[in-house]
């Protein structure tokens, strides 16, 4: 069973930015796909942006122009570079994967606050 270990959640000002990186527990066997998801309060979780094994990327409309995904097949790891900040991104982000001998896993979240 593959765990997820999330870094780099806080707070942070409206137009700011922040990183967050995500770290699987082992070797995840391609093809996979890796990366984020969020959650407000009172809405249902929705994807931010996730990568395929062959660097593909697909992101929220939300998002886009804002927000970076990258990943390390080597190291098992996805990053999400976030920008431009806004309160409306304020959420519980959640790391995904789902691949090859890895069952859909998450993990256990990371706070993101955008406010003044």
């Known amino acids: 069973q593959v765990q997820l270990e999330e870094s780099g959640g806080g707070l942070v000002q409206p137009g700011g930015s922040l990183s967050l990186s995500c770290a699987a527990s082992?070797?995840?066997?391609?093809?996979?796909?890796m990366g984020w998801y969020r959650q407000a309060p009172g809405k249902q979780r929705e994807l931010v942006a996730v990568?395929?094994?062959?660097?593909?990327?697909r992101y929220a409309d939300s998002v886009k122009g804002r927000f970076t995904i990258s990943r390390d097949n080597a190291k098992n790891t996805v990053d999400l570079q976030m920008n431009s900040l806004q309160p409306e991104d304020t959420a519980v982000y959640y790391c995904?994967?789902?691949?090859?001998?890895?069952?859909?896993?998450w993990g256990q979240g990371t706070q993101v606050t955008v406010s003044p």
């Open positions: 990568m395929n094994t062959a660097g593909n990327a």
């Open positions: 082992r070797r995840i066997y391609s093809p996979n796909i």
């Open positions: 995904h994967v789902d691949g090859v001998g890895t069952g859909p896993t």
